[in-house]
């Protein structure tokens, strides 16, 4: 299930009368409630070791477990990964005319800012931790990304 289905989802919910709505597709379970204007999103994954992850928190939604995508790239001990801190929605420029912060191959310093990730109506800036040269761009623009997802590939120098 895509981040964008969720979001329509609650949307619906929002706009109807409906004051609770639930769906189970494989081991992903989505709970939506609302009592007035509060309005509680649950998100339920099982794993096969029963352990059980619960992101609660009005308005947001997230997703976890078999739709997280794992980069698997050679480690290197000169690659470096830039995570996510956030879960939200990644931006490569800071509006939708304008050119992106950083292109594969750009040579990035400390502090250099490689993306913005929108959470909740804030955006919020996501700075270069080393210098180097970005070597991979790990996540597509405009799309959904998860806490701790890595963003970036960046070659130290």
């Given amino acids: 299930m895509d981040y964008n289905l969720i979001k329509k989802l609650v949307k619906i919910v929002e706009q109807s009368e409906i004051t609770e709505f639930s769906v189970q597709e494989g081991d992903l379970k989505i709970k939506i409630?609302?009592?007035?204007?509060?309005?509680?999103?649950?998100?339920?994954?099982?794993?096969?070791?029963?352990?059980?992850?619960?992101?609660?928190?009005?308005?947001q939604v997230s997703i976890s477990g078999s739709e997280n995508k794992i980069v698997e790239?050679?480690?290197?001990?000169n690659l470096h990964e830039v995570l996510s801190p956030i879960v939200?929605?990644?931006y490569r420029s800071p509006s939708p005319d304008s050119a992106s912060y950083?292109?594969?191959?750009?040579?990035?310093?400390?502090?250099?800012?490689?993306?913005?990730?929108?959470?909740?109506?804030?955006?919020?800036?996501?700075e270069c931790e080393v210098s180097g040269k970005i070597v991979k761009i790990l996540v597509e623009n405009a799309t959904a990304v998860?806490?701790?997802?890595?963003?970036?590939?960046i070659e130290k120098s």
């Fill in 33 to 59: 409630s609302k009592n007035g204007r509060k309005q509680i999103v649950n998100t339920v994954v099982e794993q096969q070791s029963n352990e059980h992850r619960y992101a609660t928190q009005p308005a």
């Fill in 146 to 153: 998860e806490y701790n997802q890595p963003l970036f590939l």
């Fill in 102 to 126: 950083v292109q594969v191959g750009d040579a990035v310093s400390e502090g250099s800012i490689l993306c913005i990730v929108e959470a909740m109506k804030l955006m919020n800036e996501i």
């Fill in 73 to 77: 790239e050679t480690k290197s001990s």
């Fill in 88 to 90: 939200g929605t990644f």
